[in-house]
């Protein structure tokens, strides 16, 4: 059972290194956004995989870093000022 949760975890990270092309050709700060939200959950799952398949359990106080930093950085993104584009004007 070991082996598995160490090739989920690889699998993960994997999808990781692919998703970082989503980051770089994203059309929009949102979609880009996105992306680097997907990347906190996908490694937080694949720090809890490791947790438990290779019995380092301080790995799950990491991976709850990882989420606060997270909704800090979606926060942050939402919050920042001009990111938001105005509504069009109808004539």
Known sequence: METFFLAASLFLLLNLVVGLARVYRGPGPADRMQ????????????????????GHPALIKVGLVFVML???GAIAFVRLPGHATPPEESE
């Open 35 to 54: 992306a680097v939200l997907l990347f906190g959950t996908t490694t937080v799952a694949a720090l809890l995989l490791l947790a438990h398949g290779g």
């Open 70 to 72: 997270a909704a800090i």
